[in-house]
């Protein structure tokens, strides 16, 4: 081949290649946890698992995701006594384009018995598992499965609620 075509476009081609190195950035975990990464205020609706109506009112909380896939969550919910439930603590990881898994556990202090419409708490552990729906901006959905154990880790009760989440900003 000719030498006075070879070399232009062998230049050529090594400077696109110094662009696209310089230019290429992997994309790392971090770039997807900074999507929720902040104080949300959520209202939660409980429903029935399997009618699918709803329970009771619905309550606020805040969920707080850290960068580095740390949750921590504090609910206003009037079924628990003053002092009952501690804080949840627990982790969020991402499980699709704009979907996330969060999972938080608090501690119930004390057991309370049922009262109107309200059930018994039984001190232990209550789990939230919920999967994420996040709209790319400042609201998001979630759906969870709820469940109470005792303090041997029996299950004594589950639910379901639905939550939508708004980003808080000053």
């Known amino acids: 081949m000719n030498s006075k075509i070879l ?20 994309v790392s975990a971090d770039t997807w ?3 929720l990464t902040g104080t949300w205020l959520v209202t939660v609706q409980q429903y029935d698992c399997a009618s699918d109506a709803s329970i009771g009112l ?12 740390t949750l921590i969550e504090t609910t206003a919910n009037a079924a628990f006594a ?13 499980s699709g384009h704009d979907s996330y898994r969060a999972v938080s556990e608090a501690f119930i202090l004390f057991t309370t ?20 729906e996040y709209d790319g901006g400042a609201t998001f959905t979630a759906d969870a499965a709820v469940s109470f154990r005792d303090p041997s880790g029996t299950v004594l009760r589950s639910g379901c609620a639905r939550a939508s989440g708004t980003r808080l900003h000053d």
């Open 113 to 132: 018995p049922a009262h109107g419409p309200v059930p018994e708490f039984d001190a232990g552990v209550q789990r939230i598992d919920q999967n994420v």
């Open 7 to 26: 070399k232009p476009i062998s230049a050529l081609t090594s400077v696109c290649g110094a662009v696209l190195l310089l230019a290429w950035q992997p």
């Open 58 to 69: 619905p309550f606020q909380s805040f969920l707080t995701f850290g960068a580095d896939g």
């Open 82 to 94: 003053p002092g009952q439930r501690g804080p949840g603590h627990g982790f969020w990881e991402r």
């Open 33 to 35: 946890h900074g999507a």
